[in-house]
Nanobody
Framework: QVQLVESGGALVQAGGSLRLSCAASGSIFKVNFMAWYRQAPGKQREFVARIPSGMTTNYADSVKGRFTISRDNAKNTVYLQMNSLKPDDTAVYYC??????????????WGHGTQVTVSS
């Protein structure tokens, strides 16, 4: 079994910054890509950022230049540094990872989410 646990969500004023973390644990052999998604009230879940094991990053246009994704492979942890936050960034942020377990089976896992609220 593999678990993803997010942390770092909070209430912040517009223009502020937050850093989210997501740690993967369990029967892990290798973590392939790690990513962040978000879901605002009444909207579908949307892609935010992705970082494969090779460190090349991808971002949604709406967060480019403001958010930075990074990972610590030794800790199986991914981070999302969010700067210049806007009220439109308000959402539940979910961590997603493709993990190869010790059994060599590969699957996609999701965390339970962490709430980010940006006040105007």
């Amino acid at each position: 079994q593999v678990q993803l646990v997010e942390s770092g969500g909070a209430l912040v004023q517009a223009g502020g910054s937050l850093r989210l973390s997501c740690a993967a644990s369990g029967s892990i052999f290798k973590v392939n890509f790690m990513a962040w998604y978000r879901q605002a009230p009444g909207k579908q879940r949307e892609f935010v950022a992705r970082i494969p094991s090779g460190m090349t990053t991808n971002y949604a246009d709406s967060v480019k230049g403001r958010f930075t994704i990074s990972r610590d492979n030794a800790k199986n942890t991914v981070y999302l540094q969010m700067n210049s936050l806007k009220p439109d960034d308000t959402a539940v942020y979910y961590c997603n990872a493709e993990v190869m377990a010790v059994s060599r089976a590969t699957a996609s896992y999701w965390g339970h989410g962490t709430q980010v609220t940006v006040s105007s």
